[in-house]
């Protein structure tokens, strides 16, 4: 096809070497000449070179003609075969637009989401009328904003023009197949897919996973097995089959500088408001090594600074102190300098302090013994609060006022019991059972909490009574701060003991007697723990209540176990946030109020007869306050863009073509090499430059024949010396 | 074409040539006393050897100092020194017609034989011509005259290149015809067969003849300096040849350097003075280049 055929009429030039060529022949001088014998020598030899080379530079001149007429009139080859004869074809186009945080990446010099904002606008100015549109956002979810094609181009456009990037990770695959499903009753119209990203890996991360699995089996099995609209797998059916190009473009940077605060921690996990505390961060980076910082803020006023140097691909971790906090809930949030990636740069996070911990012991008197004595060691302690009750008296206890509960013997308990006592480790109370000679191993199999599974009592011989005590999980925040006397050997007498049977995988042994005996146990159950000594804490059993490491290991038990069970330090953004692990219940009406002072009403979800608090459409970071109807708001949710997102790993257009596996994908570089491959492909592809080389060769190829042809080789007189004498010197 | 020596030659080149001689290099035969080597005992004053005395012998002509010492009469023998006989062989083929420019090779041929006759008669050497194309078409004895040299000079004039060339067969007619020992200067273009060229120059030098060949070519004939494609016509045989030039050229001098090679080996094995005579250069000049590069050498 050409663009200016009416060029093609100088290709009659073509024949001008050929006329010439005739002409000159019409017009041979002649020349009388001495003698032919000679010249019919040469003649014999050279005619078939001579002809050769005539007819080579009769060609290459024919050639160069044709190829410069051809270029002027700008051919081109169709990729769709459709459009040769239809000329012109109604198009379908469906739009991916990776919405995720990392597309608002800016440079001095560039703005990644402006960019993918122009790609999107230069595609649509590229459509005819009648052509359609349908426009999917690729954040957490698939989100159409144009989800059946739309003839409407204007409407779509001042929609992209208005569209700002997101605060969430994103996962281009279910996008993608939306889009593909959106162009699946296109007809007989073309069909167009474009996915704007910025090509970062993470969005990539899944496809890769299920475009190589499914490399093992035949895209048409999977066309074939797949029921239309509902499947997962990649690549979709229409894509895999070839039937429309894939265009992707990639307007990221290719060497982004980011840090972002990944991870925080706080120790100890729930705050006294008479003790420091420290915090730790975990900082992640991308590009080059570089110096930056780390700072916090709690209730917006700087109490730490930290320096660090951030290494590609590293994590760097860092503390700073954590002076004591007045009771109460305070905001607080990690700060790193600003960099091209500016919404991850904030980590915030919510600090719960507390003045006192409630601890509740269960048994007899008897039975509580020593443990009320090593809980309040001189009377009442600032920072435990503790309260007895027996068996009979537990239901009558609102759990959720302590931070601990003992049970000392406790078993059997009424069944009520135990059901309170499950809800309450799973809404993160922590239970320590101490054995007695009360309940049998029996007595525990309803316990379904319970770390391990009581099988028998078993009381020592005299000689293998004397155990040490060896810490098999050190580093449980049990044993963070846990300090023996100095030359205190944790060694007991132990008479009796509980043999238990791990219940699952999650059963610790946190400490052991020797090497063989299990001490204590432990397990994550719900959002609590449970803890299960293996001896009483009374002395009938073990020396255990008289040890020096009694005392220690029940307040270590309480100080750093009660706070696990405390609402997250923050959550990430998500279309939809599960309220659950912050906030058990919650007045109607009541609703949350975040960063920018807008409300989002709290859903309730009935499920299995649990109900659940979920907050919907957060969209923006930061820290959001519970509102109810005449009462103060309360910070209630630290929220934080996913870091995962933070992850500015590129990948090249070769890892990305190998994950996709599709051999119509074309990948462009920003919207410039998107609009020149997109009229290459609708309009096909342009061939006047490649002529316009193909005849600078020619030229060159001819001048070099011609020159070949006409050298001037050394005349014979100048190769042989003739003397003035007419001496000839013999071969010179 | 004008006739006589002074149409041939302007008087500033004749003056060019004054002073120049053309020396045999062999003895020669000649018929009056002169100023070469004759193979001849005779009168100069060069001693060639003794010789018994007979009776009758000029007693003058003893040797009294032998006598004196040997008691024995024996005559002193002198060499005998000859004129020399110059004999011009001109080759009036048609193609010594081949004139690309003003002068063709035929009236270069004729400018160099009155040079030569100039030079040979001013000594008082006889100079004499044969002219042919196919055959000997002229024949005139040597003399030492300038109007004999007029004479050679306008039958040379009188001719035109033509015909075809038979030069070997001609030349040895001429060899035959030549009984006495004389210089041959043979001016041709030798388009002809090479091998029955150099036989009948053997011919010559089996004679003793001190042969000089002159082989006169034009600088297009030796280069094919030619630019656009031409149709050649043969001069002697008429027959028509296209050809590039520019695409033969490489090979057509390779052909016309091993024609030339082929016929200096031979001459320089038969003791031939073989000079490849450029028609772009000037007759004179040449002339006088060689004559003096041919004192010098002996």
Redesign the interface.
């Known amino acids: 096809m050409w663009l200016e055929p009416m060029y093609l009429w100088a290709t009659a030039a073509a024949g001008f070497p050929l006329l010439l060529h005739l002409l000159?022949?019409r017009k041979?001088?002649?020349?009388?000449?001495?003698?032919?014998?000679?010249?019919?020598?040469?003649?014999k030899?050279?005619s078939r070179?001579?002809r050769l080379?005539n007819i080579l530079l009769w060609l290459l001149r024919t050639a160069l003609i044709l190829l410069i007429v051809c270029a002027f009139a700008q051919p081109y080859v169709r990729s769709q075969s459709s459009g040769n004869w239809l000329k012109r074809t109604k198009r379908d186009v469906a739009i991916v637009w990776d919405e995720s945080f990392s597309m608002s990446y800016e440079s001095s010099r560039r703005n990644v989401w402006e960019e993918s904002r122009q790609a999107i606008l230069s595609i649509l100015a590229r459509l005819e009328p009648g052509d359609r549109v349908s426009l999917f956002m690729a954040g957490e979810d698939p989100f159409p904003l144009i989800a059946k094609p739309s003839g409407e181009l204007e409407k779509i456009a001042a929609l992209v023009k208005n569209r700002k990037p997101g605060n969430t990770s994103s996962q281009l695959q279910p996008a993608i197949l939306a889009a593909t499903e959106s162009l699946h009753d296109s007809g007989i119209r073309e069909r167009e897919l474009f996915i704007i990203t910025d090509g970062q890996a993470v969005p990539w991360s899944r496809l890769g996973a299920t475009a190589s699995k499914t490399k093992t089996t035949p895209p048409a099995s999977v066309a074939t097995n797949a029921p239309p609209g509902t499947t997962a797998t990649w690549p979709p059916p229409d894509l895999a089959n070839e039937k429309y190009p894939l265009f992707l473009t990639l307007v990221g940077v290719t060497a982004p500088e980011n840090a972002t605060p990944i991870q925080v921690d706080v120790y100890p996990a729930l705050l006294r408001s008479d003790i420091p505390g420290q915090v730790w961060v975990r900082v992640a980076a991308n590009g080059p090594q570089r110096e930056s910082s780390v700072t916090l803020f709690v209730d917006d006023k700087e109490i730490g600074h930290q320096n660090i140097t951030l290494t590609d691909g590293k994590i760097v971790e860092t503390s700073l102190a954590l002076p004591p906090l007045p009771v109460g809930t305070h905001f607080a949030r990690i700060e790193i300098p600003r960099d091209g990636l500016a919404r991850d740069d904030q980590f915030h996070f919510l600090l719960h302090v507390k003045e006192k911990f409630r601890v509740l012991s269960v048994g007899t008197p008897q039975d509580l013994f020593f443990l009320e004595r090593a809980l309040n060691p001189g009377g009442r302690t600032a920072s435990l609060e503790t309260h007895s009750v027996t068996t009979e008296g537990l239901l009558l206890e609102k759990l959720d006022d302590y931070s601990a509960i003992f049970l000392c013997n406790a078993v059997p308990l009424p069944g009520q019991a135990l059901l309170t006592l499950e809800r309450y480790v799973r809404d993160g109370g922590l239970l320590i059972f101490c054995p007695g000679d009360r309940g049998q191993p029996a007595d525990y199999a309803n316990i379904i909490s319970l770390p391990a599974k009581p099988v028998r009592i078993e009381n020592l011989d005299i000689k293998a009574q004397r155990k040490t005590l060896r810490l098999t999980k050190p580093r449980d925040p049990i044993f963070d701060s846990l300090r023996l006397a100095p030359g205190a050997v944790p060694a007991l007498a132990i008479q009796r003991v509980l043999r238990c049977d791990p219940v699952d995988k999650k059963t610790e042994v946190l400490l052991a007697a020797d090497a063989d005996m299990p001490f204590l146990y432990s397990r994550n159950f719900g959002r609590g723990r449970v803890l299960l000594l293996t001896v009483a804490a009374d002395r009938a059993w073990s020396t255990l209540p008289l040890s020096p490491l009694f005392l220690p290991l029940v307040h270590q038990m309480v100080l750093a176990g009660a706070g696990q069970g405390e609402p997250p330090l923050a959550t990430w953004l998500s279309r939809d946030i599960d309220l659950a692990p912050f906030l058990n219940e919650a007045p109607l009406g009541a609703s949350l109020v975040g960063p920018d002072h807008n409300t989002i009403p709290l859903r309730r979800f009935i499920n299995n007869g649990v109900t659940t608090l979920h907050a919907e459409n957060v969209t923006e970071p930061g820290i959001y306050r519970l509102a109810q109807s005449g009462a103060e708001t309360t910070p209630l949710l630290a929220i934080n863009v996913p870091r995962g997102e933070s992850d500015l790993t590129m990948l090249k257009p070769s890892e990305i073509r190998a994950k996709l596996g599709l051999p119509q994908l074309v990948i462009a570089q920003g919207k410039d090499e998107l609009a020149r491959m997109v009229e290459e492909h609708r309009v096909g592809k342009p061939l006047a430059e490649q002529l316009l080389w193909a005849a600078l060769v020619v030229g060159l190829l001819e001048w070099l024949v011609a020159n070949r042809?006409?050298r001037k080789?050394a005349?014979?007189?100048s190769?042989?010396l003739?003397?003035?004498?007419?001496?000839?010197h013999?071969?010179a | 074409m004008k006739e006589g020596l002074h149409h041939l030659l302007l008087p500033h080149e004749l003056q060019k040539l004054s002073g120049l001689t053309l020396q045999s290099r062999y003895v020669v035969e000649g018929s009056l006393a002169g100023r070469h080597r004759s193979p001849l005992r005779g009168a100069s004053t060069e001693f060639a050897d003794h010789r018994a005395y007979f009776p009758g012998d000029d007693p003058k002509r003893l040797d009294w100092k032998v006598l004196g010492r040997t008691d024995r009469y024996f005559v002193r023998r002198y060499e005998d020194e000859t004129n020399l006989r110059t004999y011009l062989i001109v080759d009036r083929s048609a193609s010594m017609g081949y004139a690309p420019v003003a002068m063709s090779k035929y009236q270069y041929a004729c400018r160099l034989a009155a040079a030569l006759g100039y030079i040979v008669i001013k000594v008082r050497d006889s100079i004499g011509l044969y002219l042919y194309s196919n055959q000997i078409d002229v024949a005139l004895g040597a003399r030492n005259s300038f109007q004999h040299l007029n004479t050679v000079l306008r039958v040379l004039g009188q001719h035109k290149p033509a015909n075809k060339t038979n030069t070997a067969q001609t030349l040895h007619q001429i060899a035959d015809s030549i009984q006495r020992r004389a210089l041959i200067i043979l001016l041709s273009d030798l388009f002809d067969d090479p091998e029955g060229i150099l036989k009948a120059l053997a011919h010559f030098r089996k004679q003793h003849h001190d042969v000089i060949l002159f082989h006169i070519l034009d600088q297009t004939e030796l280069d094919l300096s030619f630019n656009r494609p031409a149709e050649f016509i043969d001069l002697e045989t008429d027959e028509k040849l296209l050809v590039d030039p520019r695409g033969v050229a490489p090979t057509y001098r390779a052909a016309v350097k091993k024609f030339l090679d082929h016929y200096q080996d031979s001459c320089n094995q038969m003791k031939i003075d073989y000079r490849l005579v450029n028609t772009k250069q000037e007759p004179e000049t040449f002339l006088k280049a060689y004559l003096e590069e041919r004192k010098r050498c002996g």
């Open positions: 000159s022949r041979t001088v002649r020349i009388y000449f001495s003698t032919l014998r000679f010249l019919q020598l040469a003649q030899q050279s070179r001579i080379e042809v006409n080789t005349t014979l007189t190769r042989m003739i003397e003035a004498s007419g001496r000839v013999a071969h």
